[in-house]
């Protein structure tokens, strides 16, 4: 099967979305399928530079997230890179500049489109204008017009399900959680706690991913001041880099913790695997989480995490092997402490394998691919409306990918 991922979002850019994607895709490869990558430039990347099945589409950084991009051109030359690979389903991964690329070209083609939403738009609206843009009850009208059209929906878990159902979208539905690439072996590890001058035992706790404001990293370290108490040769250790840096960086100097803080700033994703083993439990307070990839990374590391409650990780979570769910300050406070105090077992380890068999990468191809498969022996392309996409939405589609900025 010929099949392009439509992303806005990709490497060397960093994100949950990047990192699920590219998993999809190599997984997807590995049991024998075609996969093309339609992303936008990055800053990072020689425009000369020869990248195997990857096209990217001139772009800006996007408002409000200048990590991020929008491209602006490639309508036409997306059709015919599509048409000369012969796609034969579009799955797109964004429902900005890429994603409308991506539901033109399966109209163009007359091929199905698939999308995945991976991000909860409610918890994010602060980013647009301060939220006086769009806000939490505009975002349910934008995401239906958007999936208009598509022959399926993939949500990573019951929560996102539960969202799209309630905006109204009604085309086929799947529950597919994000899988995971279990850590390849590599002829050197990184003595991460060496290189941090951490002794073999020291309590080490991470704190991993983008550091946003809704990420709630301020919680982690307001509890690690008071875990001093009791614990203080522990460690934080927060990796990532984010808007909320400042903040963050504010927060641990008015608590005198600098000494005890650790700020790596932006990890290399084939390093990742080494933060986790380095410590001795992850944490995360981010109430917003949706597919739990760094909760994944972390079993896959052979590490216990301490989290919120969501429906997604009340799922996950059915061991304390695996990790313990919290509802406030107090909880997350006891639940850290109680893994800096337990050492790891041989029983542990064998709880965290039997789960990560039903979260790998090579399921989540296998759960994605007979979705795929389920849509192209349902998809007639002569039964599409041939009222859609209509004009406007054409013109609102060709205004996004040549200035997503410009004033109507």
Do not use: C, W
């Amino acid at each position: 099967m010929n099949i392009g991922l439509f992303t806005d979002t990709y490497f060397p850019q960093v994100s949950g979305v990047a990192t699920s994607i590219k998993t999809l895709k190599e997984a997807l490869e590995a049991q024998g399928h075609q996969v093309y990558i339609f992303t936008s430039t990055d800053p990072k990347v020689p425009k000369n530079k020869f990248e195997p099945h990857i096209y990217r589409f001139s772009s800006v950084p996007y408002l409000g997230f200048k990590d991020r991009r929008l491209a602006f051109r490639g309508l036409i030359q997306a059709v015919e890179i599509a048409k000369s690979v012969q796609l034969d389903i579009v799955h797109t991964q964004t429902e900005f500049s890429l994603g409308l690329l991506g539901k033109f070209v399966a109209r163009q083609l007359k091929i199905p489109a698939v999308h995945t939403y991976h991000t909860m738009y409610e918890d994010y609206t602060h980013y647009f204008a301060k939220g006086m843009l769009i806000g939490p009850n505009g975002v349910g009208r934008i995401m239906k017009a958007y999936m208009i059209g598509m022959a399926g929906v993939i949500a990573p878990s019951k929560l996102v399900q539960d969202t799209l159902i309630r905006y109204g979208i009604t085309a086929p539905m799947r529950i597919i959680p994000t899988g995971v690439s279990l850590p390849k072996h590599r002829a050197t590890q990184i003595n991460l706690r060496q290189n941090y001058h951490f002794y073999d035992t020291q309590p080490i706790i991470l704190s991993l991913g983008r550091l946003a404001f809704e990420k709630n990293v301020a919680m982690t370290i307001s509890m690690f001041s008071e875990l001093l108490q009791v614990m203080p040769d522990a460690r934080l250790v927060i990796a990532g880099d984010g808007p909320a840096r400042k903040s963050l960086f504010e927060q641990v100097a008015e608590l005198e913790l600098d000494d005890k803080v650790i700020f790596t700033g932006m990890v290399n994703h084939e390093d990742i695997g080494d933060y986790y083993q380095m410590a001795d439990v992850f944490v995360s307070s981010s109430d917003t989480e949706t597919q739990g990839l760094t909760f994944i990374e972390a079993m896959a590391a052979n590490r216990p995490f301490v989290a919120i409650h969501s429906p997604y990780l009340d799922n996950l979570v059915d061991n304390e092997a695996i990790g313990t769910l919290v509802s406030d300050y107090d909880e997350l406070l006891a639940a850290v402490q109680k893994y800096l105090e337990r050492p790891n077992s041989s029983v542990d380890e064998q709880v965290r394998q039997a789960k990560m068999k039903d979260v790998d990468a090579t399921k989540f191809a296998e759960r994605v691919l007979a979705f795929y498969q389920d849509i192209l022996a349902d998809y007639h392309a002569d039964d599409v409306d041939d009222e859609y996409p209509n004009d406007e939405e054409v013109g609102y589609m060709k205004r996004i990918l040549r200035n997503p900025f410009r004033r109507n």
